[in-house]
């Protein structure tokens, strides 16, 4: 049978990016995005984005919900001293599997978590099955109308702390109106938008960067 478009991004991946050269099979998957197939990574123009806001943060817990391909996640994780820990979750198996691959050809693999599984279901369980107290940084980029609910999940599961920050991604495209009223009008947070455009397009879209003040 037909093979899916993101066994396809793993092959242009094994072909074209050097294994353990993080940078190789960022730009490899960007190349094959913007030349052969579009695919909803991040990509690179909100990836440097992305890039700011963990280098300046220097987070050592990460949670990422919504893995895909592990574009994001090889990002986020080439940027973390080894001893920093990065969780993502992927509930779809095809793509956790691939998702995998992608992260060890990156050489990754050894400060990613990937755990294949819903986010309501995990976010719940993450202080007793992985021992975190709170996280630094969340990165989310699932399903559009998760960003709301998981985001108050993990403010009663008491993920959140003073400072903890959370980065959204496509903020107008497709958009999360209920997710934006909420971070931009809570008193909770400190929220402030990036202006950026939709991977490898010209169309507009962001990411909204909300200190949780606890
Ligand atoms: C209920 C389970 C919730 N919990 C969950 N727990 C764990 N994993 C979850 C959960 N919910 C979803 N996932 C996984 O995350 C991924 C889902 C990612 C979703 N991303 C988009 O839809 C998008 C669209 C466009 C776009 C823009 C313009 C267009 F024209 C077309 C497309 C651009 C973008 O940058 C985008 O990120 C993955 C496919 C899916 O299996
Ligand atoms: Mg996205």
């Not at 990460?62 to 994780?77: D, F, H, N, P, Q």
């Not at 990165?139 to 108050?152: E, I």
């Not at 599961?157 to 958009?175: E, F």
């Amino acid at each position: 049978t037909r093979s899916t478009r993101p066994q396809r991004l793993l092959k242009a991946v094994r072909k074209h990016a050097a294994r353990g050269d993080p940078q190789s099979v960022i730009s490899a998957i960007d190349h094959f995005c913007r030349h052969s197939e579009w695919a909803m990574n991040i990509g690179d123009e909100k990836g440097s984005i992305l890039d700011s806001v963990v280098s300046e943060l220097n987070p050592e817990k990460v949670l990422e919900l919504g893995t895909y391909c592990g574009y994001s996640t090889v990002r986020i994780a080439r940027l973390l001293p080894p001893g920093a820990r990065l969780i993502t979750l992927e509930f779809n198996a095809g793509y956790a599997a691939i998702a995998r691959q992608v992260i060890a050809w990156a050489g990754l693999e050894d400060r990613v978590q990937l755990v294949e599984g819903a986010s309501e279901d995990w976010i719940p369980r993450m202080k007793e099955h992985f021992g975190i107290e709170t996280f630094d940084f969340v990165f989310l980029d699932h399903w559009k109308d998760r960003y709301l609910p998981d985001t108050k999940l993990m403010e009663d599961c008491g993920l959140l702390r003073k400072g903890t920050v959370l980065l959204a991604d496509n903020v107008i495209c497709p958009g999360v109106p209920d997710y934006l009223q909420y971070v931009r009008n809570s008193l909770s947070y400190k929220s402030c938008y990036f202006k950026s455009h939709l991977e490898y397009t010209k169309a507009e879209d962001g990411l909204e960067k909300s200190v949780f003040l606890g």
